[in-house]
């Protein structure tokens, strides 16, 4: 994984930050982390360019899709099965930190290339 790769956690426990920025911050990936209900992650990402990954907490209404970040892959982990993209991917609820560990590792790389 290079420098300057960033992630974006959308709602979910903020242990998910947490975890993802504990394992990939020293490897220079930024990680930030937004609330949907009272944030756009377009213009409330802490960082003024796109992020390269979505992680995204899902409840059984809600949509995957954040509209305002077409094309970036995502992570969409949620109870019922939803599409992350066609770089995505789905995690059932409940997860393992491994499993998504290793999604946005796998992204993240998918997107380098």
Known sequence: MSE???VLVVDGPQ???RVIEAIL???GVDVSRVRRQSANP???SPRSSPPNLIVCHVDDNDEANVEELP???RVVIGTLQQS???NGRFLQSPFEYGELLRAVEELL???AS
């Open 4 to 6: 300057g790769k960033s």
């Open 15 to 17: 242990e998910t930050a």
């Open 25 to 27: 911050g020293p490897r």
């Open 42 to 44: 377009e213009t409330d």
């Open 71 to 73: 094309g970036v892959p």
């Open 84 to 86: 992350g993209g066609p």
């Open 109 to 111: 790389e998918l997107k």
